[in-house]
């Protein structure tokens, strides 16, 4: 299994400018999470899904979008980025009936906007 | 709501000496408490959690952790550190089964950086 993986790993945008950054996993997981991480400040979660169809906005789900059209994905969206969208961006995913609780991380996705 | 603060946010130490991040945590309801481990440009690893039970809970690389209901706290301790074990460490709780309905949602700390000296 390859786990949790994302990609970009890094990316440059400009003001107002779009990107998805993309996350999948293949371990079958009903539960999936986008968090963002700032320095100083831990991790915050963006948005949430629960099953494919079935996504719930987090803490800080401002200036993003997300979809899950399947189990296996869960894309994250910025529309119209802005410099205070500059972090580090964690996708996450768990199954739903897990006696351990574990979240499952992937690598990140440095993201700066200029 | 629930929060969670990590009384220190950096932690400089010896190799061989022990060490202590601590964290406090705040909630309404009962949650489970878990410590993350993230090493350099990685994402974030388990490092041990407390569901029920036994309050002094061991994890992974020697580590464990002292759940204290009365003083709202999840300390992580180490009685001999190593180089290796440089990583920032995240705190965190989640909403417990009998406290609602949580999908599984992390409250994160803020985060102790741990660097080793040798």
């Known amino acids: 299994n390859a786990g949790v993986t994302q990609t970009p790993k890094f990316r440059i945008l400009k003001i107002g400018q779009s990107m998805t950054l993309q996350c999948t996993q293949d371990?079958?997981?009903?539960?999936m999470y986008w968090y963002r991480q700032d320095p100083g400040m831990g991790l915050k979660l963006i948005y949430y899904?629960?099953?494919?169809?079935?996504?719930d906005k987090g803490e800080v789900p401002n200036g993003y979008n997300v979809s899950r059209s399947t189990t296996e994905d869960f894309p994250l969206r910025l529309e119209l980025a802005a410099p205070s969208q500059t972090s580090v961006y964690f996708c996450?995913?768990?199954?739903?009936?897990?006696?351990?609780?574990?979240?499952?991380f992937g690598p990140g996705t440095r993201l700066t906007v200029l | 709501a629930q929060s969670v603060t990590q009384l220190d946010s950096q932690v400089p130490v010896f190799e061989e000496a022990p060490v202590e991040l601590r964290c406090n945590y705040s909630?309404?309801?009962?949650?489970?408490l878990f410590w993350y481990v993230q090493y350099p440009n990685q994402g974030l690893q388990l490092l041990l959690k407390?569901?029920?039970?036994?309050?002094l809970v061991k994890g992974i690389n020697g580590f464990e952790a002292e759940f204290n209901k009365s003083q709202t706290s999840f300390h992580l301790r180490k009685p001999s550190v190593h180089i290796s074990d440089t990583a920032e460490y995240f705190c965190?709780?989640?909403?417990?089964?009998?406290?609602?309905?949580?999908?599984?949602?992390?409250?994160f700390g803020q985060g102790t950086i741990l660097t080793v000296h040798p």
């Open positions: 996450a995913s768990r199954p739903r009936s897990d006696p351990n609780n574990e979240q499952f």
């Open positions: 371990m079958n997981h009903n539960y």
């Open positions: 899904s629960v099953g494919a169809g079935i996504t």
């Open positions: 909630s309404s309801v009962s949650v489970y």
């Open positions: 407390y569901l029920s039970g036994s309050t």
């Open positions: 965190a709780v989640q909403v417990s089964e009998g406290g609602g309905t949580s999908y599984g949602k992390l409250t």
